[in-house]
């Protein structure tokens, strides 16, 4: 219930009833004065005290992401990465049911580029946000939005978060983030398709062991259903290809593998 209220808020917060566009920006001459005050703005609603003013907060980043897709310099770029950065490490720790300022942030810094990708990277990793089902709505929110920079020097850690991960949603969570990497240099498309087929496979065949008390295949199903169709939506953007089950991926992958693809 969380997830689906999170995902509709920023839907609508930072969507702003609009398609975010696909095209990166043209850089805007000079400083924006309101990306210096709505960042000031941020850094107070983060410190708040009594952590009542997170919907300003969210209001802000709102601003700061439009301001992102219409094109800012690159020192303002950088610094409303250093402030979303801010949003995530600094103030009191909000409730994990209460995350709309972090979650706000995660989203923003997928258009933010390398400096975005950092900071997300840092933030998953970071043990202010434990490793606990409680959690993981926001760490997902943390690699979809990493996904989002198309970053490729971050598709190695992805792709191990989808194949190493044992928590379902993050597995699920990582490899929806890989299918940003459509327009990816070949090999590293290559290597993310691999990884992704073999650890599917590997799933599959523990999944077919279910017996009485064989609690490894029960996980097993549980994780398949979780990542599936999002992997495999990935696999058909990465290849260009459109298939459904493991055993005809396997087929193609093993047939062009060495070849080249589109």
């Given at each position: 219930m969380i997830r689906v209220a999170l995902n509709a808020l920023f839907a609508l917060a930072l969507l702003g009833g609009a398609p975010l566009s696909s095209q990166t920006p043209a850089p805007a001459k000079g400083p924006d004065k309101e990306v210096a005050e709505k960042i000031v703005l941020l850094k107070e609603c983060v410190m708040d005290k009594k952590m009542a003013r997170d919907a300003e907060g969210v209001a802000a980043i709102d601003v700061l992401v439009q301001k992102l897709q219409a094109g800012v310099e690159d020192k303002d770029r950088l610094a409303i990465a250093k402030a979303l950065d801010g949003a995530l490490t600094q103030g009191k720790l909000r409730p994990h049911d209460n995350i709309s300022l972090y979650s706000a942030a995660a989203v923003a810094l997928g258009y933010c580029?390398?400096?975005?990708?950092?900071?997300?990277?840092?933030?998953?990793?970071?043990?202010?946000?434990?490793?606990?089902?409680?959690?993981?709505?926001?760490?997902?929110?943390?690699?979809?939005?990493?996904?989002?920079?198309?970053?490729?020097?971050?598709?190695?850690?992805?792709?191990?978060?989808a194949v190493n991960n044992t928590e379902a949603?993050?597995?699920?969570?990582?490899?929806?983030?890989?299918?940003?990497?459509?327009?990816?240099?070949?090999?590293?498309?290559?290597?993310?398709?691999?990884?992704?087929?073999?650890?599917?496979?590997?799933?599959?065949?523990?999944?077919?062991?279910?017996?009485?008390?064989?609690?490894?295949?029960?996980?097993?199903?549980?994780?398949?259903?979780?990542?599936?169709?999002?992997?495999?939506?990935?696999?058909?953007?990465?290849?260009?290809?459109?298939?459904k089950k493991h055993l005809e991926w396997q087929s193609w992958h093993n047939k062009n593998r060495n070849a080249s693809w589109q």
């Open positions: 580029g390398l400096d975005g990708a950092k900071v997300l990277k840092a933030a998953y990793e970071n043990k202010r946000y434990p490793k606990r089902k409680e959690w993981a709505p926001l760490r997902e929110f943390f690699l979809r939005s990493l996904g989002k920079t198309k970053e490729e020097s971050m598709a190695k850690f992805l792709t191990e978060e949603a993050l597995m699920a969570a990582a490899g929806e983030a890989l299918g940003n990497y459509e327009e990816a240099k070949e090999a590293v498309r290559k290597e993310i398709v691999s990884d992704l087929i073999k650890k599917w496979g590997e799933e599959e065949e523990l999944a077919s062991q279910l017996g009485s008390g064989n609690m490894q295949a029960l996980n097993a199903k549980d994780r398949l259903s979780a990542f599936l169709d999002k992997w495999n939506a990935t696999l058909a953007k990465l290849t260009r290809q459109n298939f």
